[in-house]
């Protein structure tokens, strides 16, 4: 994986790089893909069957509008993610189990930590553009994420 600076240095009109307002909580702090959308408030319905399937080389970026009322992803669906092969989640909202998520080995970005979870009554919206943390991001992008952030690009960047 290329690593975000020198993703910035080399392609500085390609991409567009979020506000730095998220904390590493997964096992792999780098990782890259192409995003798969969905937005959704405090119900993380949509996000476990996204989950459920094969993730290869794909990163699930949730807009859950940075709400600070639950938690959208814990250590159960950080485990299915792995188990699945999910490059990443990038969760514009919180997460809890972070012990348990921390040995995944995944990418999980988010905002805070909350103990408790989420709604379940299907809501959301799958491949929708979302817009957060300054940047716009649509399903079929790419985003590369490591301990310095966090870019987006409409095509796979290659040296």
Sequence with gaps: M???ADICDNFPTKVLVARPIFKDFGGKTAFFGKVVTIKTLDDNTKVKKILEGNGENQVL???????MNCALLGGNLALLASQNNWSGIIINGCVRDQLEIMVENIGVKALAVHPKKSEKNDGGEYKVTLNFADISISDG??????EDGIVVSKEELKF
């Design 141 to 146: 992008d790419y985003i590369y994420a490591d």
């Design 2 to 4: 290329l690593p975000t």
């Design 61 to 67: 970026v949730v807009d859950g509008e940075g709400s």
